[in-house]
């Protein structure tokens, strides 16, 4: 059996099948104002993996840990100089 990992097109273009809202934040946004008015998170990278904190109410959405495993990301935006084209 071949252990070699097949490269995945990983685009850079939105690709969100559902998104992530503060559970509180749904509970208090006013009619009228989107979840993307209203919320506002900080997201990034911490000892164990990956965490969504949302700013407003000062709590955690998620924290995925990724049990020491490294996993293939795009790091580039749409129109980088070193941007994938596949």
């Excluded at 070699?4 to 099948?17: D, E, G, H, Q």
């Excluded at 208090?28 to 990034?44: A, R, T």
């Excluded at 709590?59 to 994938?84: R, S, W, Y």
Aim: proline share 3%; hydrophobic share 30%.
């Amino acid at each position: 059996m071949s252990t070699k990992k097949k490269n995945r097109n990983i685009p850079n273009t939105l690709k969100i099948l559902q998104y992530l809202h503060c559970r509180k934040c749904i509970t208090q946004k006013p009619l009228g104002v989107s979840m993307s008015e209203w919320g506002g998170y900080d997201i990034g990278w911490t000892k164990l993996g990956l965490q969504v904190w949302c700013k407003k109410h000062n709590c955690n959405m998620m924290h995925i840990d990724f049990q020491g495993q490294q996993h293939p990301a795009n790091l580039t935006a749409k129109g980088d100089v070193n941007e994938k084209t596949n």
